[in-house]
């Protein structure tokens, strides 16, 4: 790992453990603690393949966000940005996290691995939106439904729970799409140095649509919301 990324995975870890102590984050009225577990669930059974055989379906490390106001990360029917492709095609959420930092109405920006446990704060009103690469492809990644998932209902109470029936595998539109766990200009099969390689799409994003065979959701991913006190 690079000495730069190592500082960012610095980063992130004193910021998830002053959440979690309640330092560095001044309290607003209505703000709320708030953790957000995303996990990998893949087995070696999980993609199947062409041959028969099968394999896993890896996550990357991701970009959590928690906004207000218009979708900083995504919209769907629209082109993605230059940090989005980069996550959707190499599982890079560097560009992404350093974009999600600098936009309108973010209020916390923080990069995830495979499997992590993250706390973040926010007041109703607020959102959680994320991506994460689906390994096995060319530009696909895991998000929420429609580009976002609600904290709070209409009355400002927290919604926690288990959230991955709101989560969708999307198609960035930058790549041509290859048959998933084979393709070679798919993440574990190209240059890492790379990281645009397949045919170009030039389309937009949204959820896949294609004639390969994805697992279910559940059986990759798992997104877990829960809420702490408020501040």
């Known amino acids: 790992?690079?000495?730069?990324?190592?500082?960012?995975?610095?980063?992130?870890?004193?910021?998830?453990?002053?959440?979690?102590?309640?330092?560095?984050?001044?309290?607003v009225a209505g703000e709320m603690a708030f953790t957000v577990?995303?996990?990998?669930?893949?087995?070696?059974?999980?993609?199947?393949?062409?041959?028969?055989?099968?394999?896993?379906?890896?996550?990357s490390p991701g970009a959590a966000v928690v906004f207000s106001g218009a979708n900083p990360l995504l919209t769907v029917g629209a082109s993605a940005s230059s940090g989005l492709q980069?996550?959707?095609?190499?599982?890079?959420?560097?560009?992404?996290?350093?974009?999600?930092?600098?936009?309108?109405?973010?209020?916390?920006?923080?990069?995830?691995?495979?499997?992590?446990?993250?706390?973040?704060m926010a007041k109703p009103g607020d959102?959680?939106?994320?991506a994460t690469m689906f390994g096995q492809s060319n530009d696909c990644f895991y998000a929420p439904k429609g580009g976002e998932i609600r904290l709070f209902d209409r009355d400002g109470r927290p919604i926690v729970g288990e959230r991955t029936i709101e989560v969708v595998l999307y198609d960035a539109g930058t790549e041509v799409n290859q048959v998933p766990g084979v393709g070679p200009d798919q993440g574990p099969r190209q240059d890492p140095n790379s990281w645009r390689q397949g045919e170009l799409e030039h389309a937009t994003v949204q959820p896949v649509?294609?004639?390969f065979a994805y697992p279910p959701v559940g059986e990759v991913i798992r997104v877990t919301v829960s809420a702490g006190k408020s501040a």
């Open 1 to 27: 790992m690079s000495g730069a990324a190592q500082s960012i995975r610095w980063e992130i870890s004193a910021f998830a453990l002053a959440a979690g102590l309640g330092m560095g984050m001044p309290a």
């Open 37 to 59: 577990t995303i996990e990998q669930l893949t087995t070696e059974e999980t993609l199947k393949l062409p041959d028969g055989s099968a394999t896993r379906a890896p996550l």
């Open 86 to 120: 980069r996550q959707a095609e190499a599982g890079q959420p560097e560009d992404l996290l350093a974009a999600m930092e600098a936009a309108d109405g973010v209020s916390t920006a923080v990069m995830f691995d495979r499997t992590d446990t993250l706390t973040v």
């Open 127 to 130: 959102m959680l939106t994320f």
């Open 209 to 211: 649509r294609d004639i």
